[in-house]
């Protein structure tokens, strides 16, 4: 199978099987799908993030105009915040790729990607191009156009600073560079030995009039896509509202929308359009697709038989054959975990429902090896066996090799632009109805039954033999005293054993050098210690696990994200954590930590001696919180809670009675109470996002930089992703403004920390990214803080 053949397959039958389960189309929406054979025309929305899309259009052209919609997201949404939990990085991205796929599902369109790794808010398309490396990302847009051929191309922001974000803006330029290079045989010629050139009609970008900017004028093509669909029973609005609700870590719910609703297009490139987005393009398939649906089955069998026309939708032929048919088929395992070189046992059933007038005989052909004869309305089933081989390793495509800061590393042409990993273990069937056949690769999944929610289905997990899983990503020492370091052991197969060796940087020794184990069942689970211990020269570096198994060497632990709206992700991040030794110093040990959106700075402080207890807010309106030495707010806590303003008094008393009370950064929209801190100050969208950004001391007597460690230029080398975000201004004078920083070519901002004095004690509020800088690590970001927690000086 060349790779055009391969492409084509995994892509085809995506729809049918839907979170692993073959869904079965009801009357109204296969008479939609009937409808859709008439149309061959296509559209590709391309933009930056997760959320950028436009759902409403999409749904709109997916389900009014049924041409073959796609949604080209450059990046996952890594470098986003979450606020349903703590995964930040690359399992933030895993999230909001699930949600995007579940948004498809809704709306109708297609979903792709770049490599591009969303590194965090950029100011301008040069510096995303810089990080991003432009031309790779350029390759890769111009590859989903080669393959998905759109008619029109559509972008959500312009190429300028309206954009607002440098990936926004640089998005739009990609999407024109590609425009003309996709149909230009001299850029990128490797692809072309897979795809064919491509040229699409035009592109347009679809203005708005949101944030403030207001782009849509009156000379613009202007659609309107607030229709009803009576075949739905919901209007576009309706659909995207549904849509974009299922962007959860972003807290997008969303009112449904009715009602006309108009969108506008500005030209970019290509043939102007003016009544139409599709203008001068004939998206009527010519050929005889006339079918009744009272007797679709028999028509679109014959349909099948007489259309070789390669611009016919034969995929959704395809599903409305099986559909109409009622044919469904599954094939699951047992057990949800299996392991390299594994034998899974597989049961693969199938049935059809359908009552016809013709006669009907349906047989289901297994791997090209075993046939079943599916007997009208009954259930049938065969057992199989599959090997689980590396190849179908669960390890999303994008994270298997280490990456930098701008783009995931892909080795494999054939995965660019699929959402998920496209060569997940499946079986190969091939459904004959008559005299016609309909193959696909149908997925092994997992189903289980839960006593409450019911029939389950999840993604099936080919893990390595052992994962050996480290409890932080960064350990801090304050001293040459040794600390011990947990790994949780789990296996994947039966009758594991072998040894856990850590490789550690110089100046480092680990006691002892290695951990025998033994783990007798599959998903039996084992921690065992290290005690590792720093010298005098110890340098900054990775702490990184060998796991010898019954003769292989694996370095991967383990990691699962569940929550309900999405399916279990499973992956298998490197076994590694940095290790660094600082000199730091802290005053008072107990804090109270009042969660926010997510993030892990309580576990970071715990690591470096703080006593650590959470509470709700129930617990601070009925606690004494005169025991804690400083109160700690989680990010984002005043957008996020409703509760947040009835604490807020109780929480500055404990200010004014002696206490510190540190408050991370939250976003300017969205706050519940205005009254943040004991003396006004209003939250901005000011931000610096250059990591290496040079900070400067606006008050550098202040105890701030000076107790219990001494602040310095070093304190500010190694940070990530950016320095601080959501700045403070219109700062009341009663408030110490610390540091200076800015970006390249801005002013200087001195609100990303503000500290005021406040009866006895001390209130500090900081938008420095210390929830991104804490687990990473950052020594500095550990010296700064521990000062921020030490109570006020007399």
Same mark, same amino acid.
């Given at each position: 199978?060349?790779?055009?053949?391969? !492409?084509?397959?995994?892509?085809v039958?995506?729809?049918?099987?839907?979170?692993?389960?073959?869904? %079965?189309?009801?009357?109204?929406?296969?008479?939609?799908?009937?409808?859709?054979?008439?149309?061959?025309?296509?559209?590709?929305?391309?933009?930056?993030?997760?959320?950028?899309?436009?759902?409403?259009?999409?749904a709109?052209?997916?389900?009014?105009?049924?041409?073959?919609?796609?949604?080209?997201?450059?990046?996952?949404?890594?470098?986003?915040?979450? !606020?349903?939990?703590?995964?930040?990085?690359?399992?933030?991205?895993?999230?909001?790729?699930?949600?995007?796929?579940?948004?498809?599902?809704?709306?109708?369109?297609?979903?792709?990607?770049?490599?591009?790794?969303?590194?965090?808010?950029s100011k301008?398309a040069?510096?995303?191009?810089?990080?991003?490396g432009?031309?790779?990302?350029?390759?890769?847009?111009v590859?989903?156009?080669?393959?998905f051929?759109?008619?029109? +191309? +559509?972008t959500?922001?312009?190429?300028?600073?309206?954009?607002?974000?440098?990936?926004?803006?640089?998005?739009a330029i990609l999407?024109?560079?590609?425009?003309?290079?996709?149909?230009?045989?001299?850029?990128?010629?490797?692809?072309?030995?897979?795809?064919?050139?491509?040229?699409?009609?035009r592109?347009?970008?679809?203005?708005?009039?949101?944030?403030?900017?207001?782009?849509?004028?009156?000379?613009?093509l202007?659609?309107?896509?607030?229709?009803?669909?009576?075949?739905?029973?919901?209007?576009?609005?309706e659909?995207?509202?549904?849509?974009?609700t299922?962007?959860?870590?972003?807290?997008?719910? =969303?009112?449904?929308?009715?009602?006309?609703?108009?969108?506008?297009?500005?030209h970019?490139?290509?043939?102007p359009?003016?009544?139409s987005?599709?203008?001068?393009?004939?998206?009527?398939?010519?050929?005889?697709?006339?079918?009744?649906?009272?007797?679709?089955?028999?028509?679109?069998? /014959?349909?099948?038989? %007489?259309?070789?026309d390669?611009?016919?939708n034969?995929?959704?032929?395809?599903?409305?054959? !099986?559909?109409?048919?009622?044919?469904?088929?599954?094939?699951?395992?047992?057990?949800?975990?299996?392991?390299?070189?594994?034998? +899974?046992?597989?049961?693969?059933?199938?049935?059809?429902?359908?009552?016809?007038?013709?006669?009907?005989k349906?047989?289901?052909?297994?791997?090209?090896?075993?046939?079943?004869?599916?007997?009208?309305?009954?259930?049938?089933?065969?057992?199989?066996k599959?090997?689980?081989?590396?190849?179908?390793?669960t390890q999303?495509y994008?994270?298997?090799?280490?990456?930098?800061?701008?783009?995931?590393?892909?080795?494999?042409?054939?995965?660019?632009?699929?959402?998920?990993?496209?060569?997940?273990?499946?079986?190969?069937?091939?459904?004959?109805?008559?005299?016609?056949?309909?193959?696909?690769?149908?997925?092994?999944?997992y189903?289980?039954?839960?006593?409450?929610?019911?029939?389950?289905y999840?993604?099936?997990?080919?893990?390595?033999?052992?994962?050996?899983t480290l409890?932080?990503?960064?350990?801090?020492f304050?001293?040459?005293?040794?600390?011990?370091?947990?790994?949780?052991?789990?296996?994947?197969?039966?009758?594991?054993?072998?040894?856990?060796?850590?490789?550690?940087?110089?100046?480092?020794?680990?006691?002892?050098?290695?951990?025998?184990?033994?783990?007798?069942?599959?998903?039996d689970?084992?921690t065992?210690?290290?005690?590792?211990?720093?010298?005098?020269?110890?340098?900054r570096?990775?702490?990184?696990?060998?796991?010898?198994t019954?003769?292989t /060497?694996?370095?991967?632990?383990?990691?699962?994200?569940?929550?309900?709206?999405?399916?279990?992700?499973?992956?298998?991040?490197?076994?590694?954590?940095?290790?660094?030794?600082?000199?730091?110093?802290?005053v008072?040990?107990?804090i109270?930590?009042?969660?926010?959106?997510?993030?892990?700075?309580?576990?970071?402080?715990?690591?470096?001696?703080?006593?650590v207890?959470?509470l709700?807010?129930?617990?601070?309106?009925a606690?004494?919180?005169?025991?804690?030495?400083?109160?700690?707010?989680?990010?984002?806590?005043?957008? +996020?809670?409703?509760?947040?303003?009835?604490?807020?008094?109780?929480?500055?008393?404990?200010?004014?009675?002696?206490?510190?009370?540190?408050?991370?950064?939250?976003?300017s929209?969205?706050?519940?109470?205005?009254?943040?801190?004991?003396?006004p100050?209003?939250?901005?969208?000011?931000?610096?996002?250059?990591?290496?950004?040079?900070?400067?001391?606006? =008050?550098?007597?202040?105890p701030?930089?000076?107790?219990?460690?001494?602040?310095?230029?070093r304190?500010?080398?190694?940070?990530? %992703?950016?320095?601080?975000?959501?700045?403070?201004?219109?700062?009341?004078?009663k408030?110490?403004?610390?540091?200076?920083?800015?970006?390249?070519?801005?002013?200087?901002?001195?609100?990303?920390?503000?500290?005021?004095d406040y009866?006895k004690?001390?209130?500090?509020?900081?938008?420095?990214?210390?929830?991104?800088?804490?687990?990473?690590?950052?020594?500095?970001?550990?010296?700064?803080?521990?000062?921020?927690?030490?109570?006020?000086?007399?």
């Amino acid at each position: 199978m060349n790779l055009k053949t391969y !492409l084509t397959a995994i892509c085809v039958y995506l729809p049918i099987l839907l979170n692993a389960q073959m869904q %079965q189309m009801n009357a109204g929406e296969i008479a939609a799908g009937i409808e859709k054979l008439s149309v061959k025309g296509s559209a590709l929305y391309i933009a930056a993030h997760p959320d950028d899309e436009n759902t409403r259009l999409l749904a709109y052209l997916a389900k009014e105009l049924k041409v073959r919609t796609g949604y080209l997201s450059l990046t996952r949404g890594d470098g986003g915040q979450n !606020l349903i939990g703590n995964e930040q990085a690359e399992l933030l991205g895993l999230i909001r790729t699930q949600e995007l796929l579940a948004a498809r599902r809704t709306d109708g369109a297609e979903q792709f990607f770049t490599r591009a790794n969303d590194f965090g808010f950029s100011k301008t398309a040069d510096e995303s191009f810089k990080i991003w490396g432009k031309e790779q990302i350029l390759a890769d847009v111009v590859w989903v156009i080669r393959n998905f051929k759109p008619d029109v +191309i +559509i972008t959500r922001f312009p190429e300028d600073s309206r954009a607002g974000h440098g990936h926004h803006a640089g998005s739009a330029i990609l999407a024109k560079e590609a425009f003309y290079a996709a149909a230009d045989p001299k850029r990128f010629p490797d692809q072309l030995k897979y795809v064919k050139v491509w040229q699409a009609k035009r592109i347009v970008w679809n203005t708005f009039n949101f944030g403030g900017t207001n782009t849509t004028s009156a000379d613009q093509l202007k659609i309107d896509v607030g229709l009803f669909n009576p075949a739905l029973g919901k209007s576009y609005g309706e659909i995207a509202a549904i849509s974009r609700t299922n962007h959860k870590s972003q807290g997008f719910g =969303s009112a449904l929308q009715r009602g006309e609703s108009f969108e506008y297009f500005s030209h970019v490139a290509g043939e102007p359009a003016k009544t139409s987005l599709f203008d001068g393009i004939d998206i009527k398939y010519k050929g005889n697709v006339h079918i009744n649906p009272a007797n679709a089955l028999q028509e679109l069998l /014959v349909l099948k038989k %007489q259309t070789k026309d390669g611009a016919f939708n034969h995929q959704l032929l395809d599903e409305l054959i !099986l559909n109409s048919a009622g044919i469904w088929v599954e094939a699951n395992t047992p057990e949800n975990m299996y392991a390299f070189g594994d034998s +899974i046992p597989i049961r693969i059933q199938g049935i059809v429902r359908a009552k016809t007038n013709f006669p009907l005989k349906v047989s289901l052909i297994i791997d090209r090896q075993k046939t079943i004869v599916l007997e009208p309305n009954k259930l049938s089933a065969s057992d199989y066996k599959i090997a689980a081989t590396e190849a179908n390793w669960t390890q999303p495509y994008w994270l298997r090799e280490t990456h930098g800061i701008g783009q995931f590393h892909i080795g494999n042409q054939a995965l660019v632009g699929h959402p998920e990993n496209p060569d997940q273990l499946s079986v190969k069937l091939k459904i004959v109805i008559n005299d016609q056949s309909v193959e696909l690769n149908c997925p092994v999944v997992y189903k289980s039954t839960d006593p409450i929610k019911g029939e389950k289905y999840q993604p099936l997990v080919i893990a390595p033999k052992v994962t050996a899983t480290l409890s932080e990503k960064a350990y801090i020492f304050n001293s040459n005293l040794p600390k011990t370091i947990s790994v949780q052991l789990k296996s994947f197969s039966n009758s594991t054993s072998g040894f856990v060796n850590p490789q550690l940087p110089t100046g480092w020794k680990s006691n002892p050098e290695k951990v025998a184990f033994t783990l007798a069942r599959k998903g039996d689970e084992q921690t065992i210690n290290f005690s590792i211990i720093p010298s005098n020269e110890a340098q900054r570096g990775n702490l990184s696990l060998q796991v010898n198994t019954n003769g292989t /060497v694996s370095d991967r632990g383990l990691k699962i994200i569940s929550y309900d709206h999405i399916p279990n992700i499973t992956v298998f991040p490197q076994a590694i954590a940095s290790v660094e030794k600082i000199d730091l110093k802290i005053v008072g040990k107990r804090i109270a930590y009042i969660d926010g959106a997510g993030d892990l700075v309580a576990d970071a402080l715990k690591q470096i001696g703080y006593e650590v207890t959470h509470l709700n807010e129930a617990q601070i309106l009925a606690s004494d919180l005169a025991g804690y030495d400083a109160i700690v707010t989680g990010v984002r806590l005043y957008n +996020i809670s409703t509760e947040v303003k009835n604490i807020q008094s109780k929480l500055l008393s404990y200010v004014k009675d002696g206490g510190t009370l540190l408050v991370q950064y939250n976003v300017s929209n969205g706050l519940k109470t205005q009254n943040i801190g004991p003396y006004p100050f209003k939250l901005a969208n000011k931000r610096v996002t250059e990591e290496d950004a040079k900070v400067s001391f606006h =008050s550098p007597e202040h105890p701030a930089l000076n107790y219990p460690n001494k602040i310095s230029q070093r304190d500010f080398e190694g940070w990530v %992703q950016e320095r601080g975000l959501y700045f403070p201004t219109e700062i009341d004078s009663k408030y110490s403004k610390i540091l200076n920083m800015n970006d390249t070519g801005e002013p200087a901002s001195d609100g990303s920390l503000i500290i005021a004095d406040y009866g006895k004690g001390k209130f500090v509020y900081t938008s420095l990214v210390f929830f991104r800088e804490l687990p990473a690590g950052v020594p500095g970001a550990y010296r700064l803080f521990a000062n921020l927690l030490a109570p006020k000086q007399p």
